[in-house]
């Protein structure tokens, strides 16, 4: 069984791991837009789980006035397994337009007979982060939170044999991460056919990240690096993740 938070992290580490890859493209419309949303199949060893999806629900105002995408990660299970093991969990980041770091994280999770919420206020002018029982915690500048480190990387570029290093923060605690980028190559899912980096993390830190094994993670090579699959060797056995559906966003939406 998929222990709790464990499920809602299946498509977060994909977010990490491109979070390592800083370097910027020159100036221009970002790869992403309000209304876009991916949808991916979750498969736990041979059976599907559940599905997930990452959108970009609208945008706020947050941070002191600062305009921010509202960022919106869901993992729900199915039919069987929902059976054993109910899942609905939500994960919200609110990334500002401008700067590209988070201002706001939170997670509503739903786990079989667990839930629990928790709201994590990011402070980029402090370089803190407060939680909802007052502790407050210092961070790297331009920390990312492991959903908002997803999109700020698709304003990145990607070259094949460099390892890159990045800090995010989450659970109280900061985490550094090393992405090797193995090679490209193409690969099929349901949503189509995509030329690929092959991307291997090395995740040094306890926690959310932490795995057994090999993990590997697909995303294109085109300048919105999507990502199109994961594939994680774990101590519990094996997960995938497959991009199944893209829904394009409009620059022009709200």
């Known amino acids: 069984m998929i222990p709790v938070s464990r499920w809602t992290f299946l498509l977060l580490p994909v977010a990490a791991v491109l979070a390592a890859l800083a370097v910027p493209l020159h100036a221009g419309d970002l790869p992403f837009a309000v209304g876009e949303k991916l949808t991916f199949t979750v498969r736990y060893e041979f059976a599907k789980a559940g599905e997930a999806s990452m959108e970009v629900k609208e945008k706020v105002e947050c941070g002191s006035g600062r305009e921010c995408f509202r960022l919106v990660s869901t993992a729900w299970s199915t039919m069987p397994f929902s059976l054993f093991f109910e899942v609905k969990d939500v994960v919200e980041s609110y990334l500002d337009t401008e700067e590209l770091y988070t201002w706001r994280y939170e997670k509503h999770l739903k786990e079989g007979n667990h839930e629990t919420t928790e709201i994590v206020v990011f402070d980029q002018d402090a370089h803190t982060a407060t939680y909802p029982d007052g502790m407050v915690v210092d961070i790297p500048e331009r920390a990312q939170d492991v959903l908002s480190s997803l999109y700020y990387v ?9 390892s890159i290093f990045i800090d995010n923060h989450a659970d109280e605690k900061n985490y550094p991460l090393e992405v090797k980028v193995l090679k490209v190559e193409e690969i099929k899912v349901p949503a189509g056919k995509f030329e690929c ?4 993390p090395i995740l040094k830190a306890s926690g959310i990240f932490q795995h057994k094994g090999r993990l590997t993670v697909w995303v294109t090579t085109d300048p919105g690096h999507i990502p199109v ?26």
């Open 154 to 162: 698709r304003t990145m570029d990607i070259e094949v044999g460099k």
């Open 197 to 200: 980096f092959v991307l291997e």
């Open 229 to 254: 699959m994961m594939k994680s060797s774990v101590a519990i056995g094996a997960i995938n993740a497959v991009l199944i559906d893209i829904v394009r966003g409009s620059h022009d939406a709200r």
